[in-house]
């Protein structure tokens, strides 16, 4: 025997990650199952690049440099001579480079492409999915931008608007799915006060129509962009992606709360731009950033508490209908939330296959094996692989209702198996309605300790911070995740959400009609009678409580409703491919959730074994009866 040094005795051989796009068992999973086999030969190539390209050293350099390298503000608002100044916002190389990986990738400029129809917004959002993880969370001011870019394109295609407010959101809709890194633009979401979260009915930001003086600096002077006929003050107290170009954010007008865009900065021609003595150039625009806030997580993304005193913004839509327009951002934000969690799900998953791949432990009486060869290992990685599954096919069906809903018109038939869970046109926007704050509470919470699983089968190595091997870091991960169970809405909040849309007097029939039509069909083609009659009882609670007394209960409800879904799709997916391995990942879900019988999920079950629980986790498709692979 020899001691072991600092550079002599065993060194654990480093894990190798494989691509998520080709063996990420669920990924290729939803892909075929969600998408025609057309649209899937035409972006499967792009998509297997690019899960190459999110695994190079280069764009983990730059997630390490964001990291260490975090934003802060210069100065103190004001000069060496005690004149106020605008504060500045600094954000390291490694966010820029990003930033212009992901617009030069189309991450929200997709959604606004034509040719996909209405399976853009899945394969959008699957191409996101496996970015998430190596982004350092420039997808949140992405998700935003996907948000506003939305918003201002309803109004540019259906609103009266002025020729003069058709220049200006033309001008911002067309920054915001640019695909040049030069000229693309972020967006941010100012809705938080500190007087409430979510809850921004008693907003103490004013919005007065004060129109600017003819002669008034522009927002842009070389494209003749006016600032906006309305000044805007208050202070936000929760505001991401405060390096953006742009805002949408929530204001009192007399008439009550209302929607507005903001450039974040405008022209000021007397501003001393240089040491030099140089004036004209650009500042906040009316905006003063108080403080940075120091989080948990998502350390490289700027969030900040910002007073806004003469802001100049522009009306979106009417006065009083601030939250109509809003719940447009928070559709697209609440859905890219589900899809930012279980992108760290999936690399996590990633990580623990590779590690078991190559990390060998003690199996009794001297001898050793590697992980994948220890059956309980591998029944928990089988379990979670199971977990995983479900999530991913809730978020991408609510994935492919968005798209629906933002392409009424295409004809493009659905896959066969998604055919049983399209809705009728009229029952898409109702279930919208419901689905998306379901699966922003289910997924964002379910995918923290799934994570943080993955993190824990790493053993020690998987709780540090491993900027050095930064593909590694599932600390990272998790402490950026935890964040998304939070924003957009936290469980109660959504929860309550849900309730009130199925309980609303104009719209809540109309959903519970939507779930009724879907689940029962479904139901009905899957052999799932069970489910059907779970779900009749949970209908007959919604429609004969009151809204009260159901939010007295709100939380098991949702969680009721969306994993009767995920069953629903688990036995859709089954049924596309009728291979023995999805059957069991099937029988296993359902097991855990609602009362199992052999009709539910086919006869000709596998027995567990160590041989199952692999081609569970590493996605291979077909067994012998006996279980060994072919």
């Known amino acids: 025997m020899e001691p072991a040094s600092a550079n002599t005795g065993f060194f654990q051989l480093s894990p190798t990650l494989k691509n ?31 899960g190459e390209e999110v695994l190079q050293q280069r764009i983990f350099d730059w997630v390490t440099d964001a990291e260490k390298n975090q934003p802060y503000i210069t100065g103190g608002g004001r000069n060496a ?13 490694g966010w820029r480079k990003l930033q212009h990986f992901s ?4 991450f929200v400029s997709q959604g606004y492409e034509t040719g996909l129809d209405q399976y853009t917004r899945i394969v959008q959002y699957l191409r996101q999915l496996i970015f998430e993880s190596s982004s350092a969370n420039v997808g949140c001011p992405g998700a935003m931008a996907d948000g506003a870019a939305r918003v201002l394109q309803h109004h540019l295609r259906n609103s009266n608007l002025t020729p003069e407010e058709q220049k200006v959101f033309r001008n911002a809709y067309d920054h915001l799915v640019s695909r040049d890194p030069t000229s693309a633009w972020t967006s941010g979401q100012w809705m938080t006060e500190r007087i409430g979260g979510s809850d921004v009915s008693r907003s103490e930001t004013i919005a007065t129509y004060l129109p600017p003086p003819k002669d008034a600096p522009l927002c842009d002077p070389e ?124 690399r996590g998953l990633t990580i623990a296959r590779a590690f ?57 038939p659905p896959p066969p198996a998604v055919a ?60 950026d995740a935890c964040v998304l169970n939070i924003w957009e809405g936290t469980t109660d909040v959504l929860s309550t959400d849900l309730i009130r849309a199925l309980k609303h007097p104009r719209g809540g029939s109309d959903s519970i009609k939507a779930l009724n039509s879907i689940i029962l069909s479904a139901a009905e083609g899957v052999g799932g009678a069970h489910i059907a009659t779970l779900w009749k009882v949970l209908k007959a609670q919604l429609e004969t409580d009151t809204q009260e007394g159901l939010l007295r209960d709100a939380r098991s409800i949702l969680w009721k409703l969306a994993e009767i879904l ?65």
Request: charge should be positive; proline fraction near 5%.
């Open 566 to 630: 995920m069953v629903i799709l688990f036995l859709l997916d089954a049924q596309s491919n009728n291979g023995p391995v999805i059957r069991e990942m099937c029988r296993r879900y359902i097991s855990t959730r609602v009362v199992l019988t052999n009709q539910t999920v086919g006869s000709n079950r596998i027995e567990p074994s160590l041989e199952l629980d692999h081609a569970i986790v590493f996605g291979l498709e077909y067994l012998t009866p006996g279980g060994s692979k072919l």
């Open 356 to 412: 078991a791949e190559v990390r060998e432990v003690g199996s009794g009486r001297g001898k050793r094996m590697k992980l994948v060869e220890s059956t309980l290992h591998m029944r928990t990685l089988a379990d979670m692989t199971v977990e995983h599954h479900a999530m991913m096919l809730l978020t991408f069906y609510s994935s492919y209702l968005l798209g629906m809903e933002e392409n009424p018109s295409s004809a493009r």
């Open 420 to 479: 049983a869970i399209t809705p009728p046109p009229e029952s898409v926007t109702p279930l919208l309605r419901v689905i998306t704050p379901l699966l922003k509470a289910y997924v964002t919470k379910q995918a923290i300790p799934l994570i943080y699983s993955c993190m824990e089968s790493l053993g020690g190595v998987g709780y540090l911070e491993n900027a050095e091997s930064e593909y590694l870091n599932i600390a990272r991960l998790f402490r």
């Open 81 to 93: 001579f005690g004149q106020s100044i605008s504060t500045n916002l600094v954000v390291t190389e």
């Open 103 to 106: 617009v030069e990738n189309g």
């Open 20 to 50: 998520q796009f080709l063996h990420d068992p669920s990924i290729k999973r939803v892909f075929k199952l969600f998408l025609p086999s057309d649209i899937g030969r035409t972006v499967a190539l792009e998509i297997t690049n690019l």
């Open 223 to 346: 494209n003749g962009i006016p600032l906006g006929p309305w000044s805007i003050d208050g202070f936000k107290w929760f505001s991401s992606a405060t390096d953006s170009n742009m805002t949408i954010l929530l204001a009192q007008t007399p008439i009550g709360l209302s929607a507005f865009y903001a450039p974040m900065r405008r022209h000021n021609p007397s501003l001393v731009a240089s040491a030099t003595g140089d004036t004209g150039g650009t500042e906040l625009n009316g905006i003063t950033i108080s403080r940075l806030k120091n989080k948990m997580g998502t350390k490289p993304l700027p969030t900040a508490e910002l007073q806004l005193r003469g802001t100049r913004a522009w009306l979106i839509g009417k006065e009083g209908q601030g939250i109509k327009e809003m719940s447009t951002i928070l559709t697209i934000t609440r859905i890219r939330s589900a899809i930012s969690a279980l992108g760290h799900v999936s």
